[in-house]
């Protein structure tokens, strides 16, 4: 416990001292820092392939309808981890119609039983990724079928805490740029790019308050499992 309450307390001073670099750097996240307080993302899922597994059921829904067919994919299971996700042996043994009854996609299964392969085989360890630099990750997770360079991200930034990933594919990051740094037209990933650049090495942090600025005060990490 002591230890937990360590990391807990470490990884918040990590937290305020990204906020307080951002505030110095850029004088419009100083205004959002005033506004939301110090960064402070949402703890990370208990395990790395629960949460691959929740980024999946995720994946191109809207955040209501994919808790409910989660919700209702995990009721299923009689047993599951900790998190309440089955375990990867377990999706591997899922028939194809327990999947389509709780509302899972054809598509989507496809993806939880390529997650459950790469898993099982040791292809993707999850206890050598904290080892890995940001790159190594990505190209480790998109060997998955349906992970992108976006799930990568979702998954250093909040899994691995990793301070400096900047996810210019994520329309709610962009959207929040164009809000805060009022720019004419779409912001392009290659726009948000540049506005990012001002806040290396907090990256993460900075797109952090875009989620916020975005969606006021919903992330994506900030659904329960359940």
């Not at 829904?61 to 089955?86: C, D, E, H, M, N």
């Not at 060997?143 to 360079?149: A, D, E, K, R, Y």
């Not at 740029?177 to 990012?196: H, N, R």
Request: with cysteine; proline share 5%.
């Amino acid at each position: 416990h002591r230890d937990l309450h360590l990391s807990f307390r470490r990884q918040r001073q990590m937290c305020i001292r990204d906020s307080l670099y951002l505030q110095e750097k850029d004088p419009i996240l100083r205004t959002l820092i005033e506004r939301y307080g110090f960064y402070r993302p949402s703890p990370p899922t208990s395990d790395g392939w629960s949460s691959l597994c929740r980024t999946i059921m995720f994946q191109q829904l809207a955040g209501s309808a994919a808790s409910a067919i989660q919700k209702r994919w995990l009721a299923s299971y009689k047993r599951t981890l900790q998190s309440g996700f089955p375990s990867p042996r377990q999706v591997l043994n899922t028939r194809s119609d327990v999947f389509k009854a709780a509302g899972v996609s054809q598509q989507k299964t496809s993806y939880l039983r390529s997650l459950a392969e790469h898993v099982e085989s040791g292809e993707l360890d999850f206890d050598e990724l904290t080892n890995l630099t940001d790159e190594d990750v990505i190209t480790r997770i998109t060997q998955v079928h349906g992970l992108g360079v976006w799930s990568a991200h979702m998954f250093l930034m909040s899994q691995l805490r990793r301070p400096n990933i900047l996810p210019v594919g994520d329309l709610g990051v962009r959207n929040g740029m164009k809000i805060a740094y009022q720019v004419e037209g779409l912001v392009t990933p290659k726009v948000a790019s540049e506005i990012g650049q001002r806040w290396e090495p907090y990256c993460s942090a900075g797109s952090w308050y875009m989620w916020k600025v975005a969606d006021g005060d919903q992330d994506f990490f900030n659904d329960p499992v359940n």
